[in-house]
């Protein structure tokens, strides 16, 4: 049984027609366990989570679980329209300032009732140089929050920023609400293991590398869900997660092998939820290392292999090859033209070779990746591919994802599978990735050029003057290949076939639809 779900955020998915619409579901099967009260929502592919505090959080499956403990200002809705969530309104004024007014009457997981006063530490303790926080970045233009009363605010830039409303939905921003009083009793530690959010569920139990246990949240302001507890257990191999499911040891999982999408679509005791991703897949190479420190010989590898082929041998077809890092679902923002420097073309890698200061075996390259699953069959391919075209010696070296993720941030690799999954505005592709500031530029890539446009970027406020800038400066950074992009995938999701009210969205979504969900 296939879901599929119909997205119409118009101004920022233009082109995103071909995603069909919801499904007719059948009825369950599994009626003895209708009155369950446990939610079973296994997140499969990882295998750590490090902090729950969203201004430190970074990794997807963090943000799965935050987003049913937490709240932001705004939210997206299943159609990915921007709508309120502890704002109940808000408006533009005319010295540029926005002004937002909350919910009456919501409390955090400690009683505690929300205030302007909360909202206002929130976005300034990222902000904040001793906070470190990687999402820093997403509140990086606000100049001052203003506390009007307990339940208004408002919020100034430095100049205009186009993301900013993107940036404060419940989404992978980081901006969601804390508890000002519970993190100043607790601290920063604790606090990121027993976090005090507004959301539906609070943390009962957490074992880092196992899972974690929700409880509800009894004064959650959108009333009871049908779930008192949610279990989420960590699989790292997708395959395990599948057979779990199967076996009725789980209600659902965060993802799907891609290899066995089309046999489980055909499963009637499993839905399976997918659609196009706000995501990008790549190879991040570390400029400041030989021999990714010369310009032709990135070329050349960029150019040396086929990413259709990837397509279909590492996700079998369950996405398209990427021929820059911004996503086709983001519309005007993608460019769908073939570019030079992303195309299979042997003799132009050959070339682009013999111009580089290093032969194809001067130095090794290991390609770091992890797991069993598809990131490993990515960096297999790739290798492989590249060392048939160029005669290079590159080798692969499995290791896990935290260890992987370390390994980027330090700068200790010389090429490594990486990608974005869940990031909705343009910015976060090439501002993140590209700009020298950017806290994801693990690669180090400088172009005062590139800076320059993605900052404009950032402050231009029509749509399609925005999306001629980002076009532009991707095809500016492209051409120095400072990574390899490589394809942009499908997500997915699988329930058991009586589980119902999970809304799926490209940025994939998980905690959020916990509280919304029933069985039967």
């Given at each position: 049984?296939e879901?599929?779900?119909d997205?119409d955020?118009?101004t920022?998915f233009k082109?995103?027609?071909a995603?069909?619409?919801?499904g007719?579901f059948?009825l369950?099967?599994r009626?003895?366990l209708?009155?369950?009260?446990?939610?079973?929502?296994?997140i499969?592919?990882?295998?750590v989570?490090?902090t729950?505090?969203?201004?430190?959080?970074?990794?997807?499956?963090?943000?799965?679980v935050?987003?049913?403990?937490?709240n932001?200002?705004?939210?997206?809705?299943?159609t990915?329209?921007?709508?309120p969530?502890l704002?109940e309104?808000?408006h533009?004024?005319?010295?540029?300032?926005?002004?937002f007014?909350?919910?009456?009457g919501v409390?955090?997981h400690?009683?505690?009732?929300?205030?302007?006063e909360d909202?206002?530490?929130?976005?300034e303790?990222?902000?904040?140089?001793?906070?470190?926080?990687?999402?820093?970045?997403?509140?990086?233009q606000?100049?001052?929050v203003?506390?009007?009363d307990?339940?208004?605010?408002?919020?100034?830039?430095?100049e205009?920023?186009?993301?900013?409303?993107?940036?404060?939905?419940?989404a992978?921003?980081?901006?969601?609400?804390?508890?000002?009083?519970?993190f100043?009793?607790m601290?920063?530690?604790?606090?990121?293991?027993?976090?005090?959010g507004t959301g539906?569920?609070k943390?009962?139990?957490w074992?880092?590398g196992?899972?974690?246990?929700?409880?509800?949240?009894d004064?959650y302001?959108g009333?009871?869900?049908?779930?008192t507890?949610?279990?989420?257990?960590l699989?790292?191999?997708?395959?395990?997660g599948?057979t779990a499911?199967?076996?009725?040891?789980i209600?659902m999982?965060?993802t799907a092998p891609a290899?066995?999408?089309e046999?489980?679509?055909?499963?009637?005791t499993?839905?399976?939820?997918?659609?196009p991703?706000?995501n990008?897949?790549f190879i991040?190479l570390?400029?400041?290392k030989?021999?990714?420190?010369?310009?032709?010989f990135?070329r050349a590898v960029s150019?040396?292999?086929q990413r259709e082929?990837?397509?279909?041998a590492v996700?079998?077809?369950?996405?398209?090859?990427?021929?820059?890092v911004?996503p086709?679902?983001?519309g005007?923002?993608h460019?769908?033209?073939p570019r030079?420097?992303?195309?299979?073309?042997?003799e132009?890698a050959k070339a682009e070779?013999a111009q580089s200061k290093y032969?194809?075996d001067a130095?090794p390259?290991t390609?770091?990746t992890?797991?069993?699953g598809?990131w490993k069959?990515?960096?297999?391919?790739?290798?492989?591919q590249?060392?048939?075209?160029?005669g290079t010696?590159?080798t692969v070296e499995?290791?896990?994802s935290?260890?992987a993720?370390?390994r980027q941030?330090?700068?200790?690799f010389t090429?490594s599978v990486?990608g974005w999954l869940?990031?909705?505005?343009?910015d976060?592709?090439?501002?993140d990735?590209?700009?020298?500031?950017?806290?994801r530029?693990f690669g180090?890539y400088?172009n005062p050029e590139a800076?320059?446009?993605?900052?404009?970027?950032?402050?231009?406020?029509?749509?399609?003057?925005?999306?001629?800038?980002?076009r532009?400066?991707?095809t500016m950074v492209l051409a120095?290949a400072p990574v390899?992009?490589?394809?942009?995938s499908n997500i997915?999701n699988?329930?058991?076939?009586d589980l119902?009210?999970?809304r799926?969205?490209?940025y994939s979504?998980f905690?959020?639809?916990?509280?919304?969900m029933?069985m039967g």
């Open positions: 049984m879901r599929t779900f997205l955020r118009r920022l082109g995103i027609g995603v069909a619409s919801l007719a059948g369950s099967t009626a003895a209708a009155q369950t009260t446990t939610l079973r929502a296994a499969t592919g990882y295998n989570i490090n729950l505090d969203p201004a430190k959080a970074s990794l997807i499956p963090e943000f799965y935050i987003w049913s403990v937490f932001g200002l705004l939210a997206f809705d299943e990915m329209k921007i709508v969530d704002a309104s808000y533009a004024l005319e010295d540029g300032g926005l002004e007014r909350l919910r009456e409390t955090f400690d009683g505690s009732a929300l205030t302007s909202v206002k530490f929130s976005i303790r990222l902000l904040d140089p001793d906070t470190a926080s990687p999402n820093a970045g997403k509140v990086g606000v100049d001052r203003e506390v009007v307990p339940l208004t605010l408002r919020i100034y830039t430095k205009p920023f186009a993301p900013l409303l993107t940036f404060l939905t419940n992978r921003t980081g901006t969601q609400i804390v508890s000002k009083s519970a100043e009793a601290g920063a530690e604790a606090f990121g293991r027993a976090p005090v539906p569920y943390i009962a139990s074992d880092s196992t899972g974690l246990k929700l409880t509800a949240h004064g302001f009333g009871p869900g049908s779930f507890d949610v279990e989420v257990p699989i790292t191999e997708e395959a395990s599948v499911l199967k076996g009725g040891q209600d999982t965060s290899a066995d999408v046999q489980l679509m055909k499963d009637p499993i839905q399976v939820a997918r659609q991703g706000l990008t897949r991040s570390n400029l400041t030989p021999p990714f420190d010369d310009v032709h990135r150019m040396a292999f082929a990837m397509v279909k996700i079998f077809g369950e996405g398209v090859p990427g021929n820059g911004i086709p679902l983001l005007d923002y460019n769908p033209a030079d420097v992303t195309s299979f073309n042997p132009a070779l032969a194809a130095h390259v390609v770091v992890w797991g069993g598809w069959r990515m960096a297999e391919i790739f290798a492989a590249v060392n048939q075209v160029l010696s590159f499995v290791t896990d935290n260890a993720y370390s941030k330090s700068g200790d090429a990486w869940g990031m909705v505005d343009p976060e592709y090439m501002g990735i590209f700009h020298t500031d950017g806290w530029n180090r400088s800076d320059a446009l993605i900052e404009a970027g950032r402050a231009e406020m029509d749509p399609a003057r925005r999306a001629e800038i980002y532009e400066v991707e120095d390899v992009p490589c394809f942009f997915h699988l329930l058991r076939a119902q009210g999970f799926q969205k490209p979504n905690g959020d639809q916990f509280h919304d029933h």
